[in-house]
């Protein structure tokens, strides 16, 4: 059974992606922390589950979905806190 909708699969795909490369991610990590970011506070209490899901490989989402249910969160959740990114400052 499918957990993600191809839209949020993707979104996480491209994330992890991004994530491997050092700078990309501090330049995403600034972005989404931007006070200009329309999502930044949002962003804000949900960074720490961000990071883990971004960081972790494409395997462990079984896992780290069962992880992240015992803290009331799911998969799917948490890849729906992954912020967008805007062109006009990024």
């Keep these: 059974m499918r957990k993600l909708l191809y839209q949020d699969e993707a979104r996480l795909e491209y994330g992890r992606i991004l994530w491997k490369n050092p700078r990309m991610r501090a330049r995403l990590l600034a972005h989404w922390s931007d006070e200009r970011h329309p999502h930044?506070?949002?962003?804000?209490?949900?960074?720490?589950?961000?990071e883990e899901l971004?960081?972790?490989?494409?395997?462990?989402?079984e896992r780290l979905d069962n992880q992240?249910?015992?803290?009331?969160l799911s998969l799917r959740v948490v890849v729906k806190e992954i912020p967008p990114v805007f062109g006009s400052f990024f």
Excluded: I, K, M, Y
């Design 40 to 50: 930044a506070a949002r962003f804000q209490e949900h960074r720490a589950e961000v």
């Design 54 to 61: 971004l960081a972790s490989q494409p395997g462990d989402d």
């Design 68 to 72: 992240l249910q015992a803290r009331g």
